[in-house]
T-cell receptor, first 109, second 113 residues
Framework: KQEVTQIPAALSVPEGENLVLNCSFT??????LQWFRQDPGKGLTSLLL?????REQTSGRLNASLDKSSGRSTLYIAASQPGDSATYLC????????FGTGTRLQVFP | GAGVSQSPSNKVTEKGKDVELRCDPI?????LYWYRQSLGQGLEFLIY????????KSGLPSDRFSAERTGGSVSTLTIQRTQQEDSAVYLC???????????FGPGTRLTVL
């Protein structure tokens, strides 16, 4: 059974810090992996999508990597800001979507 | 109910026809979301309902797409004049009960020929 685990479950940091959020999955047979942020009361916002043939994607201060052989993906947030406060989800796709457990991030001024 | 349900589970239609997709959220959940996932693509947000507030339609890809939520419960996503690029799995989610964690339905697989 495919499981997606995120570590840490919660993180609280002062602004300006560089952060690494981790996502691990048990089955390397994923088609793609996607990182989202979820803000209270809003829909999921897609951040980065990594196809199984890719190793990383970058958008602004965000960088996501994918290592299928080790079953891991990381989301790197550079120079964190209070506006980055949200829950971050990684979602793996096999023949269905497998949602990670989420990391709740708080960035304080 | 035990979870979010969607119907139909599969829908095959011809290009140019209109389709309606239905979502029954978890009883008591005030928020309802529609997403779609196209082949080889990630999850894409479409629209969000929260209680009696005006829905957030910012994710709808064109004016052929519309959604309603009747009585704060069941929602219908309507696609008019379907195109082949509309082929995707359409997912519905709901949240509520003091948490904004989203619970997803099984999806409707739409194929436009």
């Amino acid at each position: 059974k495919q499981e997606v685990t995120q570590i840490p479950a919660a993180l609280s940091v002062p602004e300006g810090e560089n952060l690494v959020l981790n996502c691990s999955f048990t089955d390397s047979a994923i088609y793609n992996l996607q990182w989202f942020r979820q803000d209270p009361g809003k829909g999921l916002t897609s951040l980065l999508l990594i196809q199984s043939s890719q190793r990383e994607q970058t958008s602004g201060r965000l960088n996501a990597s994918l290592d299928k052989s080790s079953g891991r993906s990381t989301l790197y947030i550079a120079a964190s800001q209070p506006g980055d406060s949200a829950t971050y989800l990684c979602v793996g796709r096999t023949d269905k979507l497998i949602f990670g457990t989420g990391t709740r991030l708080q960035v304080f001024p | 109910g035990a979870g979010v349900s969607q119907s139909p589970s599969n829908k095959v239609t011809e290009k140019g026809k209109d389709v309606e997709l239905r979502c029954d959220p978890i009883s008591g959940h005030t928020a309802l979301y529609w997403y779609r996932q196209s082949l080889g693509q990630g999850l894409e947000f479409l629209i969000y309902f929260q209680g009696n507030s005006a829905p957030d339609k910012s994710g709808l890809p064109s004016d052929r797409f519309s959604a309603e939520r009747t009585g704060g419960s069941v929602s219908t996503l309507t696609i008019q004049r379907t195109q082949q690029e509309d082929s995707a799995v359409y997912l519905c989610a709901s949240s509520g009960g003091g948490t904004w964690a989203q619970y997803f339905g099984p999806g409707t697989r739409l194929t436009v020929l």
